[in-house]
């Protein structure tokens, strides 16, 4: 086919057709379509899908895409019929076909964690949605989030709208621009925006406004249909009262994906058509309770005409439904009132899931406030759909209920520890633990935990570093030289936290003495951070305890940040992981890797559950002679500010960044902008030696530490000493791993003689100018220092990614060259050296799913400060 010809091809195969309308024909691939592109060469199983699986699109004339396999022509696809095979430039084959909804769901570039299709579709069953063509259904959403459920709930209104004149809708609401704008584009790019006509986004707004304006609006609208109809009278505009035309409900159904439903639903009801229902969707079942409560007591109060229907559990491994049930407590207790009680139904899981959390469905019912108070007084059964249970339920308290529910969410981790055969299993498949107390253990301690206490109760790991004096949790460093050893001592955090009620129920794995960005340099093997079947690495060398919060199996752990080690794995796993300003958390009982720089770090699910632990860590200790005095500890900053100047260093910015890391940065960037934050460019200099001159400081100190460990005052000894009585060389050749004689090796030599001043020095010098470019940033001053006051014009945080990538291929890691092993660290070296505090926090995922970690920074003393936006950037993908 010559070149005019096949221009000519092309051109006919247009996303519209002859008349301007869309051509919805999806026999074949035409310029505009966004397509799925599938490898179709034969694939081992450890590659991710998403390596042979991939979203392409809008395909341009003229255009080429970059595969792994070279570069395929975008005029190769278009005019195809689809599942034909296109080969690259080196003719690797791939086929081209149009994306179901769920892969384009799972493979779409998002903003925020999307609710995932199985989820989506379960939602959508729920809500029994089954229009007719010509039918006026109108939905709505509140949450628009990634548009996921947007497209499902779409895809269901549909064929009410086969006509050429659309009556149905989603309405799809969102508190944040940009994520509603970005939704739009990812309806619009499915199936050339086959469903953009069914939906209508709203930004920035929520469902009280909304519904109100909707009544109002369509009220008004109302009025002024009945006064036109009438115009043939003397009736003038001003003498019809506003109140001839109620407003009337329109919605078939509404969604509620909230942090707080409940507060919306009076607004949504007045909307909502009877007989028809409310989902809420939340991440615990102490928020549907909520939203139970606030129903029954507003029979008492504001009237809401709602009552629960169901409540369905998205568990991971399937769907389970929880009973809810109105019990009338009146003749077992002498007063007239009812309560709702939720528990699990006595059924196994349905189906498969992915995501979790709860949904409930409320159904709009038609009495007024006086039936429904009727209907507490008289316990009718099964009225208006709720189901009333037996005489003896009715002693059930709504307390004990609560507290029951309350237990149960906040001891999830500790139960899944509570089962030594399950525990045994992931630990074989992560190797995050290197031991860790048996059922019996954890419950006695978690039974004779000091009541009343911030933290009681929850189940706290910690690397393997840092001591406990627990003849079950020895403390080795994943070191055969410290193979079995039982410290005599707790360290200071670990008391702290016994005595703030947490349970200390296991030890991570870790780099060997904190050596290491993977987690693999261990005596007791790699840590292994598993996504969808695959090994990835866990970071390092704090890689244990990421691997743990991440699977659940704690409520939180303790790592410790020499250089990123907190940070890093934190990244690479979509933790929270907090490195506190130098200082203020206690080093005494933490086996060093360098002093000047190691700092406990903090590891959790949550900004917020970090902030906790904490609070509780953050006091002056006298064993620890670099522990900060009691006057250096007070808050710098008096006010909370509601917005926010943030600076955005040039340096962090490196060639070497990968796209998906700072595509997440810039968005992070742009929303707090449209959320009112000032962002400035800044530039620290001094960062980009700090990578050289950590790898000299950090090595230097630890030869010094390690020296200790002889086989005489400490370590265990070689069996076997030389004829010529060298102890020492066979018992560290027998005891240490290879990364860390390289690095005792590379210290020695940077403090020898022949090298300090070169080395030792030199690394020294540009240390004191990071902290001196970090200081010229700042707002506030540096209390540490000499200097008098802030930078006047200076930032109050610093964002930046945490990692150069996503999580790597535990195979690749094995095989990284030990330069580009150390470069791992680059982003989250210079904190360490200027001993700021530092948060890495989960900031979305790339094109395959693995999270993409931010990191704040913030001035010496300005934890709190950094948690706070910690919070913020949390929050906007939540």
Known sequence: MNGLLRASFRRAYSITTGTGKPNFDFTH?????????????????????????????????????????????????????????????????????????????????????????????????????????????????????????????????????????????????????????????????????????????????????????????????????????????????????????????????????????????????????????????????????????????????????????????????????????????????????????????????????VGGGFVAVFRKVKWTMNQAVQEEETDVENKGGEVVSEAVEAATEKSVQHSKLEEEAETTERDSLLAPKDVAAWNKRTNAFTSYLPRESIQSLAENAPANTPLHGKTIAIKDNICTSHSELPTTCASNILKGHTSPYPATVVSLLEESGAVIHAKTNMDEFGMGSHSIYSARGPTVNHVDGVEYSAGGSSGGSAVAVRDGMCYAALGTDTGGSVRLPAAYTGIVGFKPTYGLLSRWGVIPYANSLDTVGIMTKKVEDARKVFDVLNVHDPKDPTSLPPTARKPIRSEKKKTWTV?????????????????????????????????????????????????????????????????????????????????????????????????????????????????????????????????????????????????????????????????????????????DAYVNDVLTVPASLAGLPACSVPYGKDESGMPIGLQVMGQFGEDHTVLEMAKILEDMVS
């Open 29 to 353: 691939v035409y310029a505009g379509d966004t397509i799925l592109l599938r490898s179709r060469r034969p694939t081992s199983k450890s590659k991710v899908r998403s390596q042979q699986t991939r979203l392409v699109g809008p395909l341009q004339e003229g255009k080429s895409l970059q595969v792994k396999d070279g570069l395929i022509e975008h005029e190769d696809m278009i005019g195809q019929p689809v599942r034909t095979t296109v080969m690259t430039h080196n003719q690797a084959p791939y086929s081209i076909h149009h994306p179901t909804l769920d892969d384009y769901v799972l493979l779409s570039e998002r903003l925020v964690t999307p609710i995932y299709p199985i989820d989506a579709a379960n939602i959508v069953a729920l809500l029994d949605l089954h229009p007719n063509p010509g039918e006026t259904m109108e939905v709505m959403e509140a949450g628009t989030g990634h548009g996921a459920l947007t497209l499902y709930l779409a895809r269901a209104i549909h064929a009410a709208n086969a006509t050429d004149n659309p009556t149905s809708k989603v309405h799809t609401i969102d508190i944040n621009t940009r994520h509603s704008k970005h939704a739009e584009g990812v309806v619009a790019g499915f199936r050339r925006g086959m469903y953009s006509k069914d939906v209508e986004f709203y930004a920035p707004t929520n469902p009280s406004a909304w519904c109100e304006e909707q009544l109002a609006l369509r009220a008004s609208k109302a009025a002024s249909t009945e006064f036109s109809s009438e115009s043939a009278s003397e009736t003038k505009p001003e003498s019809i009262p506003a109140s001839t035309t109620e407003p009337k409900p329109f919605l078939s159904a509404a969604i509620l994906d909230l942090p707080d439903p409940h507060a919306h639903f009076a607004s949504v009801a007045k909307c909502l058509l009877p007989d028809h229902s409310l989902l809420v969707w939340c991440p615990s079942i102490t928020q549907i309770m909520a939203c139970i409560d606030h129903v029954q007591n507003s029979r008492r109060e504001a009237y809401i005409p709602l009552v629960p229907l169901s409540i369905t559990e998205f568990q991971t491994n399937g769907l389970r439904p929880w009973d809810v049930r109105s019990v009338n407590v009146s003749k077992e207790q002498g007063e007239k009132r009812m309560e709702w009680v939720c528990k699990p139904k006595a059924v196994g899981a349905v189906g498969r899931s």
């Open 647 to 819: 600076g955005v260093p040039a340096e962090f910015n490196p060639e070497e960044l990968s796209e998906p890391v700072r595509k997440a940065w810039a968005s992070a960037i742009d929303a707090l902008r449209s959320q009112g934050h000032t962002i400035k460019e800044v530039s620290i200099p001094a960062v980009q030696q700090a990578i050289s001159a950590y790898y000299i400081l950090a090595p230097a100190e630890a030869s010094s530490n390690l020296a200790k460990f002889d086989g005489i005052r400490y370590g265990r000894r070689a069996d076997q000493d030389s004829a010529n009585g060298t102890l020492y060389a066979n018992t560290k050749e027998e005891g240490w791993g290879e990364e860390v004689k390289r690095r005792v090796l590379l210290g020695t030599f940077t403090l020898s003689s022949e090298a300090i001043d070169n080395f030792f020095i030199q690394a020294q010098k540009i240390r004191r100018m990071v902290q001196d470019d970090f200081d010229k940033v700042f707002a506030t001053k540096n209390p540490s220092r000499a200097t008098e006051q802030g930078v006047e014009d200076g930032v109050d945080v610093l964002i930046t990614p945490s990692s150069m990538t996503t999580a790597p291929l535990l195979s690749e890691v094995k095989k990284q060259k030990r330069l």
